[in-house]
């Protein structure tokens, strides 16, 4: 594989598309086996905040029309981003170029400072940010189309138009299953992958 198993510690990389299951199972992880999570997107979101050198950039390319203009610290708003990037290929790499390197490396130096046995990160696009070599393995989750679009419906209370198209923007040739260690489908019943995940763990 192409993860880095020269880490003091063991680092699960956990990965999958939007509303494939991640964060239940990492919350899970977690909850029962004691073990420390650390976002990406959690981590990410940092780098949005006023104070920070990358908020600068951000507001002088798309404008201070992403501005919350009634938030005291002028924070910028997340959901509109979000909008603009999904609807406009270039802009999302613009964004990722950006924020993917300050992740990765806030990221490193967390695990770098703990002194956990096991850890796991939580991060949607490690293969094509390539924060592989951030984990010395890498759990794939998946679930089917299906499952995945009503999840994003019922979660963000968007249209099924709306929701295909987020779903579809994050489509791309990566074999992320040939690619990981372990592969989990969230499809499964509650205890059919707590059980596998048990004796992974």
């Known amino acids: 594989m192409i993860s880095n198993p020269e880490y003091k510690q063991k680092r699960i990389g956990i990965t999958g598309g939007i509303a494939s299951g991640k964060t239940t199972i990492a919350k899970y992880i977690s909850s029962f086996k004691k073990i420390k999570v650390l976002n990406a997107d959690e981590i990410a979101k940092q780098f949005l905040l006023s104070e920070t050198k990358s908020y600068k950039e951000i507001i002088q390319h798309f404008g201070h029309r992403i501005i919350d203009c009634s938030s005291p610290t002028q924070e910028i708003q997340t959901k509109l981003l979000r909008e603009i990037i999904f609807a406009n290929p270039t802009e999302k ?6 924020i993917h390197p300050l992740v990765k490396e806030k990221m490193n130096n967390k695990c770098m400072q703990m002194n956990d046995k096991c850890l796991i990160l939580e991060i949607p696009l490690l293969f094509e940010a390539n924060f592989t070599d951030l984990c010395t393995e890498i759990w794939f989750i998946k679930c089917s189309k299906n499952t995945q679009l009503k999840r994003v419906m019922n979660r963000d209370k968007i249209s099924e138009e709306e929701a295909m198209r987020i779903i579809d923007s994050q489509s791309n040739d990566i074999d992320k299953e040939k ?6 489908s969230s499809d499964e019943d509650n205890q059919t992958w707590k059980t596998k995940i048990n004796q992974l763990i």
């Open 93 to 98: 790499i613009w964004l990722e170029n950006i």
């Open 179 to 184: 690619l990981s260690d372990v592969v989990i």
